[in-house]
């Protein structure tokens, strides 16, 4: 269509129906070259009749869909060809398809162009209210649906290409430095919200009957809770609570933590308002289930991590990453991990991807997960990686660590899973932050792994020379006293990687 001449154009027309708009294309001279090239407001002074325009930017949107379509096939395979010979002679050909797509998509991305009064808003640098970041999110929602062809299924890995492209094109909407977490839970709660719809469809009850619905089941089963049970369970912990004004607090807060968009910023406010009860309740060893029900939010990761910052003033998410980026590649290296199950599976994957990303994102999972085997503790106390949790104090349940498509993580207290987690350094992070947040004891078989990670969040390192146990640490972890264990294994890390640098 490109090489058309201006005739072409007009005999391809006439066979679409559109004989009306000949007269007009051949005065203005639009050949295939200019037709592919027209936009909406080309369109609009070009034809008259609104039904006319419509038909006419479907078959060119169509065209342009098609050819794309036809480029990226002939590019996939010759790549496939040169790059991956194994690829292309048998079934592996789709997963192939599947897993270029998606790093095509991460690769082109780009921010949508939003309305005249939300450009003005982030043209003002303000941080904008609630209403407006609805705005923002249904935006980006929207263009992602479109990228990804119609589905409303984004992988964790491009929900973090979008918000990243928004904090960074924006960087003052990243509040408090929390604001990644922040924008990303509120993206994928419109998505949540846009998918209801479909849970009735046929095809979506059939692939629940077969594959199950555990993630579904835990927020249905919350949300088809009566009214009347939650205000009489409300009122058995009235001991609890220090007046009516903590009762609507408390009563908003399991409200809102029912709906598909919240009102994040009004949440952060109530949470701070109501720490006090909150502590109080955790320091008189309330049941666990007992305080989630008052405060579901701390089911969140981004407000465990929130609740973890107000008690000890550190960025645990922050920390965490900083950790596996320093030390993944020393602790893969060291000899003790060097025939573990979860080390072999890491190098039989490895040699199957190519792209620097996908390999750090591995490696780090690998070293996140080989941390107690360094320190000789129990590994079933830390994670469970593709079996059932067994224990009662948090623990991490992993499912396919190494499938960058498929992997999950969850945070489980008490058999239970707590929360859905993105990728290993958000899931080592609210592992450390559940035993502060809700002052479980440490188990000793565990805890020289822990005392390492907290000795490096803390930097508490320097300060073992003088005074073994920090008055920080000892406010929010006084189950964790021996930090020499985790000083010498540190020190033997540090050194490992200068004689390697």
């Not at 008690?311 to 602790?331: P, Q």
């Not at 009662?392 to 499912?399: Q, W």
């Not at 990728?423 to 809700?438: I, P, Q, S, W």
Request: contains cysteine; aromatic residues 10%.
């Amino acid at each position: 269509m490109e090489n058309w001449s201006v005739d072409q154009v007009c005999n391809w027309l006439i066979q679409r129906n559109l004989g009306e708009l000949v007269p007009k294309f051949r005065e203005e001279e639009v050949s295939g070259a200019a037709l592919l090239a027209l936009n909406d407001r080309m369109v609009q002074q070009l034809v008259k009749k609104i039904g006319h325009q419509a038909v006419l930017m479907d078959l060119i949107k169509k065209y342009q869909r098609q050819k794309s379509g036809r480029e990226y096939h002939t590019y996939c395979c010759e790549t496939a060809s040169s790059r991956f010979p194994e690829v292309i002679s048998g079934k592996n050909l789709k997963s192939f398809f599947a897993r270029y797509k998606t790093l095509q998509w991460t690769s082109s991305y780009a921010l949508p162009d939003f309305p005249y009064d939300v450009k003005c808003i982030l043209a003002e640098k303000k941080c904008p209210d609630h209403s407006m970041r609805i705005r923002i999110i249904e935006f980006l929602q929207a263009d992602m649906t479109k990228y990804l062809e119609g589905s409303l299924y984004p992988n964790s890995q491009q929900y973090n290409i979008v918000v990243n492209a928004l904090l960074q094109a924006y960087p003052f909407l990243d509040e408090d430095g929390n604001g990644f977490l922040l924008w990303k839970r509120a993206l994928k709660d419109r998505f949540k919200y846009v998918r209801r719809p479909i849970e009735d469809d046929e095809q979506v009850l059939r692939n629940k009957c077969k594959f199950g619905h555990r993630r579904g089941q835990t927020r249905k089963s919350f949300a088809e809770n009566k009214p009347d049970d939650v205000q009489v369970q409300e009122e058995e912990e009235a001991v609890h609570l220090e007046g009516s004004a903590m009762d609507v607090h408390i009563k908003w807060l399991t409200q809102e933590y029912r709906k598909t968009q919240r009102n994040w910023k009004e949440v952060d406010n109530r949470m701070n308002v109501t720490i006090e009860i909150r502590r109080k309740m955790i320091s008189h060893k309330a049941p666990l289930k007992d305080i989630l029900r008052l405060f579901p939010f701390l089911r969140c990761p981004y407000q465990l991590f929130r609740e973890f910052q107000l008690l000890t003033h550190m960025d645990i998410y922050k920390k965490t990453a900083e950790i596996l980026e320093i030390y993944s590649e020393n602790i893969l290296s060291l000899y003790v991990v060097r025939n573990n199950p979860i080390n072999i599976m890491l190098q039989e994957n490895l040699k199957r991807h190519t792209e620097e990303d996908i390999l750090k994102y591995m490696k780090m999972t690998a070293a996140c997960l080989l941390l107690p085997d360094v320190f000789g503790d129990d590994s079933s106390l830390f994670a469970a990686v593709n079996e059932e949790v067994k224990v009662v104090t948090p623990v991490l349940g992993v499912k396919n660590p190494f499938n960058v498509n498929s992997c999950e993580f969850a945070l489980y207290v008490e058999r239970e899973e707590l929360a859905q987690l993105d990728d290993c350094t958000m899931a080592l992070a609210a592992l450390v932050a559940a035993f502060h947040v809700f002052d479980i004891p440490c188990p000793k078989r565990i805890h020289r792994t822990l005392n390492f990670l907290e000795s490096l969040v803390f930097e508490q390192c320097n300060l073992l020379h003088t005074d073994p146990v920090s008055p920080r640490i000892t406010a929010g972890t006084s189950h964790l006293h021996d930090l020499e264990g985790a000083q010498r294994v540190l020190e033997i890390l540090r050194n490992f990687s200068q004689r390697t640098a």
